[in-house]
C-alpha cells in the first residue's frame, strides 16, 4: 500500500531555512508525480510545489506565494521527494504534507518564529 512518511519540520527562525523530506513506498515512485501541500491553523490545505513524474521529465511547479524561496526536488533511488524552504517567514507556519493522487502523509509541522 502507499506510504509517505514526512520529515524535516521544526522551529526556525524569521529568515531561516528548513529542508523537508518525505519518504515513499507502496509505488513505483519515479512514474508519479509528487506534491508537498500545507495547511495553517484555521485555513484550508494550499498547494506548495510539485515534481512531475518521469513521463514530464520531472518538471516541477510552484503556488504563487513561494515566490522563488522553495525548491522541491526528487531522488529516485531513495524513493524520496524534498522541499528546500528558504527566507522563511511566520506565514510559512503550518503543517507541510506530501502528497501523491489522493494519498497524504501525516505531515510535519513548520513553525517560524518573528
Known amino acids: 500500500q502507499v506510504e509517505l512518511v514526512e520529515s524535516g519540520g521544526g522551529l526556525v527562525q524569521a529568515g531561516g531555512s528548513l529542508r523537508l523530506s518525505c519518504v515513499a513506498s507502496?509505488?513505483?515512485?519515479?512514474?508519479?508525480?509528487m506534491k508537498w501541500y500545507r495547511q495553517a491553523p484555521g485555513k484550508e490545505r494550499e498547494f506548495v510545489a510539485g515534481s512531475g513524474s518521469s513521463a514530464s521529465g520531472h518538471s516541477t511547479f510552484y503556488g504563487d506565494f513561494v515566490k522563488g524561496r522553495f525548491t522541491i526536488s526528487r531522488d529516485n533511488a531513495k524513493n524520496t521527494v524534498y522541499l528546500q524552504m528558504n527566507n522563511l517567514t511566520s506565514d510559512d507556519t503550518a503543517i507541510y504534507y506530501c502528497?501523491?493522487?489522493?494519498?497524504y502523509g501525516q505531515g510535519t509541522q513548520v513553525t517560524v518564529s518573528p
Open positions: 507502496g509505488f513505483t515512485f519515479s512514474e508519479y508525480s
Open positions: 502528497n501523491r493522487n489522493v494519498f
